[in-house]
């Protein structure tokens, strides 16, 4: 069974960065494509950024490109959101995805496979 613990969450001031990191485990991870979404209180679940089994392919929503980058280490079966530049409106609850694909979807949709997810906050 696939389980994804994130972690690395907290609050930091406006303009602050956060790494974000997210585990997987419980079997052998080959083209299982890793993303980021976030939810802020009130509203719906958002993509955040994505990343393939490769790292070759990334998607990134307009709102964090530029400031948050994504990128994974396949050895340990985990993936990163670095996060730079930070505003307040990219307070929320962060959620790792993950699912068995070769696309690198936006959709929620998607995936399978979602920890429990990790707060930041950014204060102004």
């Known amino acids: 069974q696939v389980q994804l613990v994130e972690s690395g969450g907290g609050l930091v001031q406006a303009g602050g960065s956060l790494r974000l990191s997210c585990a997987a485990s419980?079997?052998?991870?080959?083209?299982?494509?890793m993303g980021w979404f976030r939810q802020a209180p009130g509203q719906e679940r958002e993509f955040v950024a994505a990343?393939?089994?490769?790292?070759?392919?990334?998607n990134y929503v307009d709102s964090v490109k530029g400031r948050f980058t994504i990128s994974r280490d396949n050895a340990k079966n985990t993936v990163y959101l670095q996060m730079n530049s930070l505003k307040p409106e990219d307070t929320g609850v962060y959620y790792c995805?993950?699912?068995?694909?070769?696309?690198?979807?936006?959709?929620?949709?998607?995936?399978?496979?979602w920890g429990q997810g990790t707060q930041v906050t950014v204060s102004s």
């Open positions: 995805a993950g699912d068995f694909t070769l696309s690198v979807p936006t959709s929620r949709n998607r995936y399978d496979y």
């Open positions: 419980g079997r052998t991870f080959r083209n299982f494509v």
């Open positions: 990343i393939s089994w490769t790292g070759g392919s990334k």
